[in-house]
């Protein structure tokens, strides 16, 4: 990469976290949280000017700045359920820029110093995570995150990939029993029924009894709370010492807290018990439905073919769309991860299309078992 493509790149990612961070903080107005996006909004558009410079000094035109399409579809995402939906993305990009910036070609380059600047932004997106910073700034963020990146998403994702790959890996199973087209379709609308209720039931189950028993946990807390008050404050005071606050801070702030019944549970299942009271994990309606509809829009790719085509036509725009759907899948899944776009759609894709490829050798194995 030559020096001006290098910090094309970066203005580019610069102007990008600039965006991201910009919009965050819209979304969290009047918050805690919406001062430090605009801070490192503030120093992402730092970052830019200095590499904008130092392109005009190259005499490399440097055009409107706008962000890319994924940090467009990522400001969409932080508009419609907020910043904790692409906290992993945004760490993603600061770890990026600091190893950018700390490289042996930025060496002795005016962007050398915003590494730091990068390593900070990552400290703070890691704190706004969970891992070392206690208060009602985290408290605000992460219950959203748990609703967006738990029971929801996790639902979405695994309906999804669920339902196209054994949809996918039923209807080439049949097809390669040498069954026809008609009986392809019926057989794969039926995998899609059963396996959508399925899903949508297992998820509520599993959804509600993590509720019940997140219930009966706040029930244990509150009851030991008002035994012995003084143990829980010992408690709470041992979490923040953890946290890294002196002693004094952690048992005045223990103090404090105590001293209000409804904080303190509320911090004690927050810290202790790991969960927000107001949502007890998520609403098990909620990923049922989700977990069907997600499975049913998967099931139906590898089977829509059937209803048009017939034969070897059918399998291979079915295997085709499906290779596509699974890589779309593996794709909206590196908006939370931060990972690749190609590696992950392309891992999605081979895995689907192994296993549909073994149900196919399987299924010929036994049409060719009982025609003879």
Do not use: C
Not at 114 to 137: I, N, P, S
Not at 340 to 350: D, I, K
Not at 358 to 367: A, D, S
């Amino acid at each position: 990469m030559d020096e001006q493509q290098r910090l094309r790149t970066a203005w580019q990612d610069e102007i990008d976290g600039e965006a991201l961070y910009r919009a965050a903080a819209a979304r969290e107005a009047g918050k805690p949280l919406a001062e430090a996006f605009e801070r490192m909004a503030a120093d992402e558009a730092r970052h830019a000017a200095v590499l904008a410079e130092r392109l005009a000094a190259l005499g490399a035109p440097v055009r409107d700045p706008r962000p890319s399409g994924r940090a467009r579809v990522l400001i969409r995402l932080i508009r419609l359920v907020g910043p904790a939906a692409v906290l992993p993305q945004l760490q993603a990009n600061e770890r990026a820029g600091a190893a950018a910036y700390s490289s042996p070609e930025a060496k002795g380059t005016p962007e050398a110093a915003m590494a730091a600047d990068e390593q900070a932004h990552l400290q703070v997106l890691r704190a706004m995570g969970g891992k070392g910073m206690a208060g009602a700034a985290v408290a605000q963020l992460e219950g959203r995150h748990r609703a967006i990146s738990g029971n929801a998403l996790r639902a979405a994702v695994l309906g999804a990939n669920d339902g196209l790959v054994s949809n996918l890996s039923l209807v080439m199973g049949v097809a390669g029993a040498a069954m026809a087209g008609r009986e392809i379709l019926v057989t794969g609308l039926a995998g899609l029924l059963a396996g959508a209720v399925s899903m949508a039931l297992g998820e509520w189950l599993s959804v509600q009894s993590s509720r019940e028993l997140f219930a009966r946990q706040l029930e244990i807390e509150s009851a030991e709370l008002a035994a012995s008050p003084a143990e829980e404050e010992a408690e709470l005071a041992a979490i923040y010492r953890s946290k890294g606050l002196p002693e004094d801070q952690a048992r005045a702030l223990a103090a404090r807290l105590i001293a209000d019944p409804k904080a303190a549970i509320d911090t004690l299942a927050r810290e202790e018990l790991g969960f927000d009271p107001s949502e007890l994990g998520g609403s098990a309606w909620e990923a049922a439905a989700t977990s069907f509809l997600l499975f049913a829009v998967g099931a139906v790719i590898p089977v829509a073919p059937f209803a048009l085509l017939d034969g070897n036509p059918a399998v291979i725009v079915s295997l085709v769309a499906s290779a596509l759907g699974l890589f779309g899948i593996g794709a909206a899944i590196t908006l939370m991860t931060g990972r690749s776009v190609w590696s992950s759609g392309m891992r999605q894709v081979l895995f689907g299309l192994a296993a549909a490829g073994v149900t196919f050798g399987v299924g010929r194995l036994i049409g060719v078992a009982i025609a003879g």
